[in-house]
């Protein structure tokens, strides 16, 4: 059993930073590979990026590609979520997710997740 607790959000002016934080905890000895997806009123929950255990290879949302960077440090078992230039459209809850060996772009195949973190930006 592996625990994941997001942390970081909160109300943040478009145009801002946030960075998010994943603590895991239990088998965290374990490789995993990592990712983050967000669920705003409404809609379903979407892809966000995604991380290997290494932390050596990265994949992102195509739309999210120059403002979020995902990062990891394993020493900390910590993974993070730096958004930058943020929207109103960014406004979501975002979770974190964990999976065995090879990270996915599909919430399916998760599983793991953390509570979720809600971000809001305002304009």
């Known amino acids: 059993q592996v625990q994941l607790v997001e942390s970081g959000g909160g109300l943040v002016q478009a145009g801002g930073s946030l960075r998010l934080s994943c603590a895991a905890s239990g088998r965290t000895f374990r490789r995993y590979g990592m990712g983050w997806f967000r669920q705003a009123p409404g809609k379903e929950r979407e892809f966000v990026a995604a991380?290997?255990?290494?932390?050596?290879?990265?994949y992102y949302a195509d739309s999210l590609k120059g403002r979020f960077t995902i990062s990891r440090d394993n020493a900390k078992n910590t993974v993070y979520l730096q958004m930058n230039s943020l929207k109103s459209e960014d406004t979501a809850v975002y979770y974190c997710?964990?999976?065995?060996?090879?990270?996915?772009?599909?919430?399916?195949?998760?599983?793991?997740w953390g509570q979720g973190t809600q971000v809001t930006v305002s304009s």
């Open positions: 997710a964990a999976r065995p060996d090879s990270y996915s772009l599909f919430a399916y195949d998760y599983n793991y």
């Open positions: 991380i290997s255990w290494t932390g050596s290879s990265t």
